[in-house]
């Protein structure tokens, strides 16, 4: 989820080269169509941008684990702050990558998650 379609192509281009060519990718603007999609959906992992109109990545992850879902949530954010960092970790989220970043990264954050491709 990205208010970027750029970036949101960027995110499934490293996903094909880190070697996640077989998952379904479905995509957001903001967390309030997240939330939308979400609830007809049982993704294997949710990956967000922090700073989004409408609602903020951090938002979205709150709301999902109050509506207590545990899928696998990932950041990828312009934001590395250790403070943004903390309150991610903190949310539930799995893990936080920085832009930019590469298909090693993707791979790195993924691979504890939906294994080794």
Not at 20 to 34: H, K, P, T
Not at 77 to 89: F, G, Q, R, Y
Request: hydrophobic share 40%; charged share 25%.
């Amino acid at each position: 989820m990205d208010d970027s379609k750029t970036m949101r192509l960027l995110v499934q281009r490293a996903l094909r080269q880190a070697g996640y060519r077989d998952l379904s990718i479905g995509e957001a603007e903001n967390g309030v169509q997240a939330l939308e999609k979400l609830a007809g959906e049982k993704p294997k992992l949710i990956l967000s941008d922090w700073n989004m109109p409408e609602m903020s990545g951090i938002d979205f992850l709150r709301k999902v684990r109050s509506e207590k879902n545990n899928v696998p949530f990932g950041f990828i954010t312009s934001e590395a702050s250790v403070e943004i960092k903390d309150t991610a970790i903190g949310s539930g989220a799995s893990f936080v990558i920085t832009k930019p970043f590469t298909a090693e990264d993707v791979q790195d954050a993924l691979t504890p998650i939906l294994g080794a491709r």
